[in-house]
């Protein structure tokens, strides 16, 4: 993998050694991130990976609402229902570090249900960085739902590390309401109405000590949180595959009046994948 941008010693892609500006492991045995592609530099341990990604530092009440989401070089975010044909083994190094410095992934309950997902497991190469963050082992998972349409009992909300959250509206079904909690899901309420209001639900979530926020997805909810102008960073990897047909774009819904504008803040690529961070101007 290399740094495209910033631009450090590694850009070429050739050389050894860590990139600048990287922290070097201190431990000299540090596992290293997964293989190393002819051409696209060596391979990069998850300690450098996480530097890279960190979260800013946040005021005591301040949250960050990062979005990691992979899309075809034509703007497809799936194929066939799954994102996963448009992903790569440093894709999913990636995806796993991201979560690895979240206090909670939020996620689309369509994505939930087509994905089948999982809770978030802890990973020892990110426990003492988790310690000294003062975040649990795992990330919580806090799913969006306005049906409550939601397997209860899914690993997801029967094993979790940490437990699974659920968020809602206040009009949510009332018994739908009551199957969560006779399954002891939490549910958060976040909006008046059926839906989730997207500011609402931050701002619930970091009331919990959960200010480190990553969204997966699915491009429905992204679209709400666009649209709604709480995403403060976009972690988009654009995978060098082509699809046509007609999947969804990674942001789905009503358009802004205004295009918002991100900046560049940082490049990697690793066999022809790029790995991008945009920030909110
Ligand atoms: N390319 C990528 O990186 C990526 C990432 C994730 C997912 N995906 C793909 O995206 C597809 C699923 O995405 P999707 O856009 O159809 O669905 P999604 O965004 O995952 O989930 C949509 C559902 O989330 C709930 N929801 C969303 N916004 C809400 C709000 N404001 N308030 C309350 N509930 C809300 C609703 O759940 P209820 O229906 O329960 O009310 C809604 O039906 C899958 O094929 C998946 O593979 C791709």
Known sequence: MRSLLPVTDQTPAERTGPPTGARTPADPGARTAGTRASGTGRAWSLDELADAYAYPALPADGAWLRANMVSSLDGAAQHEGRSQPLSSDADMRIFGTLRALADAVVVGAETVRREGYRPARAREAFAARRRAAGQGPAPAIAVVSASLALDFSLPLFTEPLVPTLVLTGAAAPPERLREA???????????EGRGVEP???????????????????GPRLLGHFMAAGVLDELCLTLSPTVTAGDSQRIAHGPAMAVPARFTLAG??????????????V
């Not at 909690?181 to 909006?191: F, K, Q, S, T």
């Open 267 to 280: 490049v990697l690529e690793e066999d022809g994948f790029l790995f991008t961070r945009y920030q909110r």
């Open 199 to 217: 500011a609402t639900a931050v701002r619930v979530l970091a009331e919990q000590g959960l200010r480190r926020l990553l969204t997966e997805g």
């Open 181 to 191: 909690e006779r399954a002891g899901v939490r549910v958060l309420i976040a909006g």
